[in-house]
């Protein structure tokens, strides 16, 4: 009888054990599917491929999609001049661009409307009326990569590259490019409003080192306006950034891991980040 009950206590014992290590498993497999949701997911492995935004309601007619290269407008232009003044959404098909619309010298017709001239070269018409011609495929090259005027590696060649892609700061700093950030016609004049200065945010974990912000570097592409007051209001009481509101697309996710740096790349921002985020 006694060698019964132990026996019992044993397979009792035992499978317990079994119970409490499937449970863990179950609470440790959920809090990493959770950590997944805020973890920043890595880049495309091709640079060249960052940033780009696809615009595929077109009508039947069409040539096709529309593919968007951030990497060769951002050599051009500034992000203030296309988002502020010409008036693109921040969210990839979040304009409503329309081939009319375009036509009637909106959105990218605000530039590609067959007068405007960049560096001694006329910028060619977009959605014009007639029918449709190979010169469509320059911008409708969803499928088409062969139509595509400029390729990354070759446009890309003589600007300082990091870790990933093109360092644009250094790139603008060292005068490799000149961004435009005034469009006549489009643009309105006004005088150039005083820079603020830096300041630092603080991280609330002892291993997160803070971050240094230059409003300096980022008013060269911004502005202002294109930061404040939309995706950040103008004083700093109040606001809390933190990388799950980044990680959410919100305050400085607007655009890094979209278009700018992408937000795996610590060090970019945490000058003192750990060896495992450099």
């Not at 209001?233 to 990680?247: D, I, W």
């Amino acid at each position: 009888m006694l060698m019964y009950s132990s026996r019992s206590r044993a397979r009792k014992n035992k499978r317990g054990a079994r119970e409490l290590a499937l449970a863990l498993a179950l609470l440790w497999l959920s809090a990493a599917a959770a950590a997944q949701i805020y973890l920043p997911p890595p880049p495309p492995a091709d640079p060249a491929d960052y940033g780009r935004v696809v615009l595929d309601h077109h009508a039947a007619t069409s040539p096709g999609g529309v593919g968007f290269d951030h990497w060769l407008h951002r050599a051009r232009f500034t992000c203030r001049l296309c988002h502020v003044d010409i008036g693109f959404a921040m969210e990839a098909n979040g304009t409503g661009i329309s081939a009319d619309a375009n036509r009637q010298g909106f959105y990218c017709g605000a530039c590609h409307n067959g007068k405007r001239s960049f560096e001694g070269h006329t910028i060619f018409a977009a959605c014009t009326s007639a029918p449709a011609t190979p010169e469509c495929n320059r911008c409708h090259s969803v499928g088409k990569p062969e139509a595509r005027t400029y390729q990354y590696k070759k446009f890309t060649a003589k600007l300082p590259h990091g870790r990933y892609g093109i360092e644009w700061m250094a790139a603008e700093e060292s005068g490799r490019i000149h961004p435009v950030d005034f469009l006549e016609g489009v643009s309105v004049k006004k005088e150039k409003m005083q820079v603020r200065p830096d300041f630092s945010i603080e991280a609330k974990l002892d291993w997160v080192h803070p971050i240094t912000f230059s409003h300096e570097r980022h008013s060269v592409w911004n502005g202002c306006e294109l930061c404040h007051p939309e995706i950040f209001p103008a004083k700093r009481e109040g606001v809390r950034v933190t990388m799950f509101s980044n990680l959410e697309h919100r305050h400085c996710g607007a655009c890094h891991g979209k278009v700018a740096f992408p937000l795996n790349q610590c060090s970019s921002c945490h000058a003192l980040a750990p060896p495992w985020a450099q």
